[in-house]
């Protein structure tokens, strides 16, 4: 009876074990996520959007304009307004808070729209990528201004800039952890107002 219960709790310390792996290879960076932070600021918007449990609100040129559009709460709140064709200006910074001395990473800026159940939409620009060396206690600053021009599978409302920040050595990516060398994910929110073409 003494015997069964070794080898049961044997197979369950095995069992936790091997479950458990998968977790660990994949890495948290759980340290350096606490090491490097990353700053979006949008610069030149031309009016402001405000999203809450009523819809969007275009403010622009002093015109006020609705669309019934109700993202997740999490996304309520007061946004820089772009049009299409126009340059978004972003302006990101990564800083390098230490302890490490040094931290080459990989860099990528992407931007979406934001569909009201909070997935990613069309594109709203090709993914920026640079590599940097950053010193303990040196910021890079990254200029990831772009302008979207207008396409159907665009569309007016919430868009997303994220900034990811990567190992340089990728690693290869598995369905659970599709990004392993991502380190830290950040986004900002921004928006344009619904298309008109001009006559």
């Known amino acids: 009876m ?18 458990a792996m998968p977790v660990f290879c994949q890495g948290k960076h759980a340290g350096e996520q606490k090491m490097l932070d990353v700053d979006i600021q949008f610069t030149n918007s031309v009016g402001k959007t405000v999203a809450d449990k009523d819809g969007v609100f275009y403010h622009f040129y002093g015109i006020v304009t609705k669309e019934d559009k109700i993202y997740p709460e999490k996304y309520w709140g007061e946004f820089p307004l772009y049009f299409f064709g126009m340059e978004t200006g972003v ?3 990564v800083i390098n808070n230490g302890p490490r001395a ?15 159940d909070g997935t990613n939409g069309g594109a709203m620009m090709q993914p920026k990528i640079i590599e940097a060396e950053i ?65």
Do not use: W
């Open 2 to 19: 003494k015997k069964n219960r070794i080898i049961a709790l044997s197979i369950l310390v095995i069992a936790c074990v091997l479950i």
């Open 91 to 93: 302006i990101v910074r």
């Open 102 to 116: 040094k931290s080459k990473i990989r860099i990528v800026c992407e931007s979406y729209v934001l569909n009201t």
């Open 135 to 199: 010193a303990k206690g040196e910021t890079t600053t990254i200029d990831a201004s772009f302008v979207t021009e207008y396409t159907p599978a665009l569309d007016s409302g919430l868009d997303r800039f994220i900034v990811k920040v990567l190992h340089v050595n990728e690693g290869t990516g598995s369905e659970k952890n599709p990004e392993p060398a991502l380190i830290m994910s950040k986004e900002g929110i921004y928006c344009p107002p619904k298309f008109v073409p001009q006559k």
